[in-house]
């Protein structure tokens, strides 16, 4: 069975560059998920952007990291166009929960007070440390020179979804220093897949292992 193309909703702060490599692998169209362009846009805004970016009537959805929280609110507002949902070290909150919410305690504690007083763009040292933290030099200092701040509700608001597609995995990066493979078990099991595979990578398998990333994406589509 084959789902179509593909919406790639990327994680907070990531340029639509860091999807590439995958593109160029993957045999079907795919198009990278645009945001909101105002400070203070809603979870259902991200959601409404995403789903605009597709110009596609139905489509496979993607996610990465704090995209799978946009994920659950596209199922909300147009569960009808998404054909099959795959999270790749994601963030997938539990009914009635947000992206910060999801964080064991006291990262969550940590991370609300640090947004409200800091923003949400963490330091340069903190996402070299974290998100780039296995990616090479150049590639790193790329991805700090692009990432964006996002709003506070992408991490606040709830997503409003109470189903997933039929069709739907996750994929766990077992080298991740930005979300341990233990909280990605834990959103695997909120999203509840049937399907569930792993690369050996840090948070960003699209960048260090592009070629075996899309390979999974397309054995997750073709299953």
């Known amino acids: 069975m084959t789902q179509g193309p593909i ?17 160029k692998e993957l045999d079907r169209p795919t198009v ?36 799978g929280a946009v994920a659950a609110e596209m199922m909300a507002v147009a569960p009808e166009r ?24 006291p990262q969550r504690a940590v991370l609300g007070v640090a947004m409200r007083l800091a923003g949400t763009r963490p330091p340069d040292s903190a996402i070299r440390r974290g998100v780039a933290g ?30 997933f597609p039929a069709h739907r995995g996750y994929l766990t990066t077992k080298q991740d220093a930005e979300l341990p493979v233990g ?10 897949t049937a399907w569930n595979e792993s690369l050996e990578t840090g948070h960003l398998p699209m960048l260090e ?12 589509l073709t299953t």
């Open 82 to 105: 998404v054909s099959a949902l795959l999270a790749v070290s994601a963030v997938v909150p539990k009914a009635g929960g947000s992206f910060v919410s999801s964080m064991p305690f």
């Open 7 to 23: 919406l790639l909703v990327s994680g907070a702060g990531l340029a639509s560059w860091i999807w590439d490599d995958v593109r």
């Open 183 to 192: 909280l990605q078990h834990r959103f695997a099991a909120n999203l509840g």
């Open 32 to 67: 990278v998920a645009e945001r909101p362009q105002h400070e203070g846009a809603t979870l259902r805004q991200y959601a409404e952007a995403a789903l605009a970016s597709a110009p596609w009537e139905r489509f496979a959805v993607v996610a990465h990291s704090s995209g």
């Open 134 to 163: 296995r990616v090479d030099e150049k590639t790193a200092d790329r991805i700090v020179a692009d990432f964006t701040a996002e709003s506070l509700n992408l991490y606040r608001d709830k997503p409003r979804n109470t189903g």
């Open 209 to 220: 292992a592009p070629e075996a990333l899309a390979r999974q994406i397309e054995r997750f």
